[in-house]
């Protein structure tokens, strides 16, 4: 199936203009979903554009977007945090839903997986929310950059270490990350879930998979990506196209109106 892709502005909570892009396929979409990138990724990285066009070529409309002070999203990335993450993840679902229909499914991309999973609650109207390499909850982002020195505080503010670029947030940030219970909300999502995981991710390892499908209630599948599979999925398309055909085939089987 063929597809096309659009430009889609929308506004965070904060009234702040985000931008995304619409992978649609050709026909009319048999759903619609939402894409959330990892913690510094454009709506143009490697798991959004190949995860969303292969979603799309399966019949299903996909929004990918960039967060708040991310690519050509407005506001200051260094006043964003986990709360402003899990936010912008519901407008960008209020938007499609306001533009075409509520969104079926959410799909986030590490960090953006657990705000998912946190989102989920404000999202009544989903049936499947899946993760792709995400981390169990945001504590373990931050413990990461603590055990390995990427984390230094100054003041209010926080530089972190992210693929060997520095970054600058608030000091709130991190308070931010460590205030989220996302393990009492993951044994609360009670939908379909969905757990991405590459085997060899050297960036959150395979144990947050694990750990994420041993807490979660109702319907959960782990799914694990190819052996060569990184956390980025820089890779050739196998993974987008395994995790398309996935979700698709649930959807078949499981759609309710």
């Known amino acids: 199936m063929s597809r096309k892709s659009i430009k889609f502005p929308f506004s965070n909570s904060h009234g702040q203009k985000l931008v995304g892009i619409l992978d649609l396929p050709q026909e009319e979409p048999v759903l619609y979903g939402v894409f959330a990138p990892c913690f510094t990724c454009t709506k143009e990285s490697h798991a959004a554009h190949k995860v969303c066009r292969a979603l799309a ?3 299903i409309g996909m929004l990918r977007f960039d967060m708040t002070g991310i690519g050509e999203s407005g506001g200051s990335f260094a006043d964003t945090n986990f709360s402003t993450r899990i936010l912008d993840i519901i407008a960008a679902c209020h938007a499609v839903a306001a533009a075409y229909a509520a969104p079926k499914i959410v799909i986030g991309h590490s960090i953006s997986g657990t705000a998912a999973l946190a989102a989920a609650a404000h999202l009544l109207q989903l049936q499947a929310l899946a993760t792709l390499g995400a981390p169990r909850d945001p504590e373990y982002i931050i413990d990461k950059f ?3 020195n990427q ?3 100054r003041g209010d503010s926080a530089e972190l270490m992210v693929a060997g670029r520095k970054i600058s947030v608030r000091k709130s940030f991190v308070d931010d ?5 996302v393990a009492a909300a993951t044994a609360a999502y009670d939908r379909k879930l969905f757990i991405f995981h590459a085997p060899q991710d050297a ?4 144990e947050n998979a694990r750990i994420l499908y041993d807490r979660a209630g109702g319907d959960k599948e782990l799914l694990p990506l190819g052996e060569s599979s990184t956390h980025l999925l820089e890779q050739g398309g196998e ?3 395994f995790i398309a055909e996935t979700i698709r085939g649930w959807f078949d089987a499981h759609l309710q109106a």
């Open 57 to 59: 070529e399966n019949g």
């Open 177 to 181: 990350m460590l205030s989220h219970d």
């Open 239 to 241: 993974d987008a196209d």
């Open 151 to 153: 984390i230094t505080l």
């Open 203 to 206: 960036t959150v390892s395979f």
């Open 146 to 148: 603590r055990q390995n």
